[in-house]
């Protein structure tokens, strides 16, 4: 999967990009910065790992702005598990 350049979530929209030096600089394979309205994707890991990572992000931002309480371990099982479905049976939405 091609990722998108920008994604909307609660009806705010939030650029995507691809920084192949963020799992390097910041220990992290991607984070969601709220203040700048964007999700950043370390860009060097395997395009399956860069969607997962997306959806982690993605869950983060709809942890913030409805106020759900996951942790961090929440919001990652979620991902992953969210993520095998999708793959595994094939859904897109569209």
Same mark, same amino acid.
């Given at each position: ?5 920008? *994604?909307? *979530?609660?009806?705010?929209?939030? =650029?995507?990009?691809?920084? =192949? !030096?963020?799992?390097? #600089?910041? =220990? !992290?394979?991607? @984070? ?8 950043? *994707? ?5 395009? =399956? ?6 959806l982690h992000e993605?869950? @983060? ?11 961090? !371990? ?5 991902? #992953? ?14």
């Amino acid at each position: 999967m091609k990722l998108p350049n920008k *994604i909307k *979530i609660g009806g705010l929209y939030l =650029d995507v990009i691809l920084d =192949d !030096r963020l799992a390097a #600089s910041n =220990d !992290r394979f991607g @984070e969601c910065d709220h203040i700048k309205g964007r999700i950043v *994707i370390d860009g060097v890991q395997p395009d =399956d790992h860069k969607e997962v990572t997306l959806l982690h992000e993605i869950i @983060e931002k709809i942890n913030l702005e409805y106020e759900l309480g996951l942790d961090h !371990r929440q919001i990652t099982a979620l991902a #992953s598990c969210l993520y095998q479905v999708l793959k595994d049976n094939g859904l897109a939405f569209a």
